[in-house]
């Protein structure tokens, strides 16, 4: 069992920068891909970014890329998502999860997921 934390979440302008951090207690940290997902209200969860459980291999959403970075220190259990360039559409719960096995990108394929942190986006 793995117990997932999320915070840094926050009200931003358009244009401005978050971080979000992903704190996991439990299982070995290392042995967990983990990911990124967000949900708006009315739409369905989706992907937004996941990393290797040694941080080798990243993926990204085309709607974050090269505005998202996934990032993950072993030493402190911790994932992150640096999030640069926000946009009103960026607003949603964001969630962290992991998984014992390869990076994925559904979320159906992920067994531990955080409680969420909102990220609110003002225009």
């Known amino acids: 069992q793995v117990q997932l934390v999320e915070s840094g979440g926050g009200l931003v302008q358009a244009g401005g920068s978050l971080r979000l951090s992903c704190a996991a207690s439990?299982?070995?940290?290392?042995?967990?891909?983990m990911g990124w997902f967000r949900q708006a209200p009315g739409k369905e969860r989706e992907f937004v970014a996941t990393i290797s459980w040694g941080g080798g291999t990243t993926a990204y959403a085309d709607s974050v890329k090269g505005r998202f970075t996934i990032s993950r220190d072993n030493a402190k259990n911790t994932v992150y998502l640096q999030m640069n360039s926000l946009k009103p559409e960026d607003t949603a719960v964001y969630y962290c999860?992991?998984?014992?096995?390869?990076?994925?990108?559904?979320?159906?394929?992920?067994?531990?997921w955080g409680q969420g942190t909102q990220v609110t986006v003002s225009s």
């Open positions: 439990g299982r070995t940290f290392t042995n967990y891909a």
């Open positions: 999860a992991a998984r014992t096995a390869r990076i994925a990108y559904s979320p159906h394929d992920y067994d531990y």
